[in-house]
C-alpha cells in the first residue's frame, strides 16, 4: 500500500507524545497501511522535536517510512491525507478566554490558509488544541476549498469519560456501555447524555436510566464529573490530560477512517448545518454521529426532553459567543 501522510502539530508536547507511538504502530490506520509522519512545532522547540523524531527512529516500526520534522508550514501541510492539529496557545494564569481566543485565532487560521494551499483536498482534520471547536471552526473559514465535513473537533475525550464513569458506577467494563452522547462545546458546558445510551448487564442490554435507578446522580454528579473531570486532572497531576487525550484521539481518528460499529454511535464537533436539533447553523458543535465510507451523518430521531433542551442551548449560547469574538478577531487578524 501507498504510505499515507499524517500531520501532528504540536508534535514536541506531551499529548503527541503519547499519540505518535500509536499511530506509528498501526493502531489507528491499521497493521497494513505504512505512513509518513510529519511533526511540526514552533522554532523553539525543534531541539526537543529531534529527540521524539529520534524515538520514534529507535523503536524500528515497520509501518513507519519516514519521519519528517519541521517548523514550516509549507513544508508541515504539504500533500496531507489527514492533519491531526494538537498544538494551540495554552491557557496561561490570568489570561481571560478572550485572549486566548485571540491567540489561537491567529494561529489556526494561519494552518487553515496552509491546508488550503498545501494539503489534499480530501484532507481529515482534526482539531484538538483547544478551544477546540472554536479553533476548528476558524481553521475551517480558513480553508474554502476544503468540504466543511472535513473538519471535526475532539470531543471523544469526553465521551470515553462519560463511558468510564457509567461504567465504574456499574462494575462492568466501558465497553459494555455504548451511545452515550456528549453535546456542544468542549468545556465546562458540555452536556453529557445518557438518555439514549445503552449497557449490556449481565448479557441483556438496558437503558442507563434503567441500570443505575439514580436519576439525581446521572443528572447531577455524573455530569458534573464529566464536565469538570480535565481540571481534576490537572489538579492532581499538574499536568493536563496526555494518556487519555492521545487514546481518544486515536479513537476519533480511527472511527473516521474505518467507519463506527453497527448500533453505534459516537461524539464528534462537526459543523452543525443541517442538523434536525434546533442547533444553530455555523457552529462546530458536538453531535452523535455515525461514519461510513470516511463519511459522517448526524443520528437523527433521539428524542430530547426538557432537560437536555436547556443544557443543549446553554452550550449553543457559549459557542454563539465565542465565534462572534473569533470572527471579530479573524477579520483582523
Not at 479553533?135 to 470515553?160: G, M, Q, V, W, Y
Not at 434503567?210 to 499536568?239: H, M, P, Y
Amino acid at each position: 500500500a501507498e504510505p499515507i501522510r499524517v500531520l501532528v502539530t504540536g508534535a514536541a508536547g506531551q499529548i503527541a507524545y503519547s499519540l505518535l507511538y500509536s499511530i506509528a504502530k498501526g493502531d489507528v490506520f491499521g497493521k497494513e497501511q505504512p505512513l509518513i509522519l510529519v511533526l511540526l512545532d514552533i522554532t523553539p522547540m525543534m531541539t526537543v522535536l529531534e529527540g521524539v523524531v529520534m524515538e520514534l527512529q529507535d523503536c524500528a516500526l515497520p509501518l513507519l517510512r519516514e519521519v519528517i520534522s519541521t517548523d514550516k508550514e509549507e513544508v508541515a501541510f504539504k500533500d496531507l491525507d489527514i492533519a491531526i492539529l494538537v498544538g494551540s496557545m495554552p491557557r496561561r494564569e490570568g489570561m481571560e478566554r478572550k485572549d486566548l481566543l485571540k491567540a489561537n485565532v491567529k494561529i489556526f487560521k494561519s494552518q487553515g490558509a496552509a491546508l488550503d494551499k498545501y494539503a489534499k483536498k480530501t484532507v481529515k482534520v482534526v482539531v484538538v488544541g483547544n478551544p477546540a471547536n472554536t479553533n476548528c471552526l476558524i481553521a475551517s473559514k480558513s480553508a474554502p476549498s476544503i468540504p466543511k465535513e472535513n473538519f471535526s473537533c475532539l470531543t471523544r475525550l469526553d465521551h470515553n469519560r462519560a463511558k468510564s464513569q457509567i461504567a465504574l458506577k456499574l462494575g462492568v467494563t466501558a465497553n459494555d456501555v455504548k451511545n452515550v452522547i456528549i453535546w456542544g462545546n468542549h468545556s465546562s458546558t458540555q452536556y453529557p447524555d445518557v438518555n439514549h445510551a445503552k449497557v449490556n448487564v449481565k448479557g441483556k442490554e438496558v437503558g442507563v436510566y434503567e441500570a443505575i435507578k439514580d436519576d439525581s446522580w446521572l443528572k447531577g454528579d455524573f455530569i458534573l464529573t464529566v464536565q469538570q473531570r480535565g481540571a481534576a486532572v490537572i489538579k492532581a497531576r499538574k499536568l493536563s490530560s496526555a494518556m487519555s487525550a492521545a487514546k481518544a484521539i486515536c479513537d476519533h481518528v480511527r472511527d473516521i477512517w474505518f467507519g463506527t460499529p453497527v448500533g453505534e454511535f459516537v461524539s464528534m464537533g462537526v459543523i452543525s448545518d443541517g442538523n434536525s436539533y434546533g442547533v444553530p447553523e455555523d457552529l462546530l458543535y458536538s453531535f452523535p454521529v455515525v461514519i461510513k465510507d470516511k463519511t459522517w451523518k448526524f443520528v437523527e430521531g433521539l428524542p430530547i426532553n426538557d432537560f437536555s433542551r436547556e443544557k443543549m442551548d446553554l452550550t449553543a449560547k457559549e459557542l454563539t459567543e465565542e465565534k462572534e469574538t473569533a470572527v471579530e478577531f479573524l477579520s483582523s487578524a
